[in-house]
């Protein structure tokens, strides 16, 4: 088996971490729409906005970080295969380029799902009546849907650069024997 070309071991896996977040996007917020409704009331601090019903709006806020999560997780695992496929002869330049990847894919999941998902209705709530419905959005909580990603690649990578046979190319060892033998005799059982 021949070593990856460079190109292909950065390329290819940052191309394929790309559309698997343009996937992952669409994924997150088809699984996690219809986006639920909400009114605009008036309160002490101003009119706001809450889901109604109040309590299974709140979870449909933690539903659409936690949907976030196991979509990346999914693709991140196979964005790590397929970029250690592709670059099984060069893991180092394959680990960089899953790694460069796995963020980009992270970031353009965020803006894809984020973009298809109607705008913060808190940031609407001076334009309309109180009392009025407005549906709610899809947003990224805290970190983890971020980090799921790198993490997700790097595993996958991992799984298949121990799982595939190492390439006569010079891989650690590459199951070759010395080209010397040593003076040094060997050890009698």
């Not at 088809?30 to 309160?43: A, F, N, R, S």
């Amino acid at each position: 088996m021949s070593r990856a070309h460079p190109a292909r071991a950065v390329l290819a896996p940052v191309l394929v971490g790309l559309v698997l977040g343009a996937l992952g996007g669409w994924l997150w917020w088809t699984w996690w729409g219809p986006p639920p409704l909400g009114k605009v009331y008036d309160t002490p601090a101003g009119p706001t906005w809450y889901p109604t019903p109040f309590d299974p709006g709140v979870t449909r806020d933690f539903s659409g970080t936690a949907t976030s999560v196991v979509v990346g997780l999914g693709l991140a695992l196979l964005l790590g295969a397929i970029g250690g496929w592709l670059s099984r002869g060069r893991a180092v330049v394959g680990l960089a380029a899953v790694v460069v990847a796995s963020l980009a894919a992270a970031a353009v999941m965020a803006l894809i799902g984020v973009a298809k998902s109607p705008e913060d209705p808190q940031s609407r709530v001076d334009e309309v009546k109180i009392g009025a419905e407005l549906p709610g959005d899809l947003e990224v909580s805290g970190w983890t849907p971020y980090l799921i990603w790198p993490v997700g690649a790097l595993l996958g990578h991992m799984v298949v650069m121990l799982s595939l046979p190492t390439t006569s190319g010079g891989v650690i060892g590459a199951g070759r024997r010395p080209e010397h033998r040593s003076d040094v005799p060997a050890p009698q059982g």
